[in-house]
């Protein structure tokens, strides 16, 4: 049985209530990561996600590379972020149990690495139950002892752009690669992931309901989506 958390990553956006729908019909709970200015001046649809069920985490203020940010920024950046959402799940109405992190482009802070995982656990973010997670890999780099939520498969689809060269079909390519450089292959049997998707507007105007297409291959190929689960 291949099991898989879905994570998706930059909402707010125009279609993020229509993947949160999409998610209810379906029958799967997905960790959703905010951009903190993005949903300061757009909180409804963090407010829809969280009031239907998705549990909103930390994707930082700005949407920084924090490699690039001295650690006093830093952790601004994720002070300021929690602040809006702990705004928006005031608004939804719904009390706030689970405090996910996930660093933009997967980028851990550099030398900074280790401070920022401190300060994560310091403000007791939560960590992805990762236990079931069986690649190598994973605890090789260290990523089990993080707090931080990183991914086993992206399916990259956020490089579809007019001029990218990248298309639908490099990302079907991708789902179906049996032995990536990166991550883990998404349908090798007994597969365990934390899958990264993006809820972009640019996407959907390049392939209408894109998340739907992808997520509908997994469940016609067996994926069991469970219920993030923190430790
Ligand atoms: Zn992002």
């Known amino acids: 049985m291949i099991q898989a958390l879905l994570t998706i ?14 998610l209810n019909e379906a029958g ?46 830093g952790i601004r950046e994720i002070d300021r ?15 706030r149990v689970y405090r996910p992190f996930r660093f933009p482009y997967g980028d851990k802070g550099g030398e900074n690495r280790n401070a920022l995982q401190s300060c994560l656990r310091e403000k007791g973010f939560s ?25 086993t498969f992206d ?3 956020y490089n579809i752009r007019p001029d990218s060269g990248f298309t639908m079909e490099d990302v079907w390519k991708r789902v179906r690669n049996p032995s990536p450089e990166n991550g883990a292959a998404l ?3 007994e597969g365990r992931h934390i899958l990264l998707l993006h809820a972009h507007d640019e996407t959907d105007e390049l392939v209408p309901g894109y998340y739907r297409l992808l997520l509908n291959d ?7 989506f469970v219920k993030p689960d923190f430790v």
């Open 28 to 73: 799967i709970q997905a960790v959703m990561f905010a951009v903190g200015k993005k949903a300061e001046k757009n909180p409804d649809p963090v407010v829809y996600a969280i009031q239907h069920g998705m549990i909103v985490g930390n994707h930082g203020y700005s949407h920084p590379h924090f490699s690039e940010l001295p650690l006093a920024e």
């Open 218 to 224: 997994l469940l016609k190929n067996g994926v069991q």
């Open 187 to 189: 349908y090798a049997p």
């Open 9 to 22: 990553d930059d909402i707010p956006s125009n279609n993020t209530r229509a993947i949160v729908d999409y």
């Open 155 to 157: 399916f990259a689809e």
């Open 127 to 151: 960590k992805v139950n990762d236990t079931q997670i069986p690649y190598a890999w994973w605890r090789e780099n260290g990523l089990d002892r993080d707090i931080d939520t990183l991914w």
């Open 81 to 95: 972020c929690e602040a809006v959402l702990d705004r928006a799940y005031g608004l939804a109405g719904v009390k």
